[in-house]
């Protein structure tokens, strides 16, 4: 995923296509970010009405190889 792309991309889209780039499926990206995996799913879910978990959506990112840092500068998030 492009920097210009994550601007205006939803915080789903984005968890979705980066664990999908890294090779994983939701159960692997669970084991290794110790989410579970339902909340992998609901997170990755553009019906689902759960509010993300700042703190879960880093130990994602830092499961992937991302540090949270890069997707919040320049406030380019205000979904989470």
């Not at 915080?11 to 110790?34: F, H, N, P, Y």
């Not at 995996?37 to 991302?66: F, M, P």
Request: hydrophobic fraction near 35%; include cysteine; glycine fraction near 4%.
């Amino acid at each position: 995923i492009m920097r210009s792309e994550m601007k205006r991309t939803p915080w789903t889209k984005i968890l979705k296509d980066l664990r999908i780039e890294a090779g994983l499926t939701q159960k692997d990206l669970s084991l290794k970010s110790g989410v579970p995996q339902r909340t992998v799913a609901e997170y990755e879910n553009t019906n689902s009405q759960r509010q993300l978990c700042i703190h879960r959506v880093e130990r994602i990112l830092d499961a992937l190889g991302y540090e949270i840092d890069l997707f919040l500068k320049d406030g380019n998030r205000d979904d989470v």
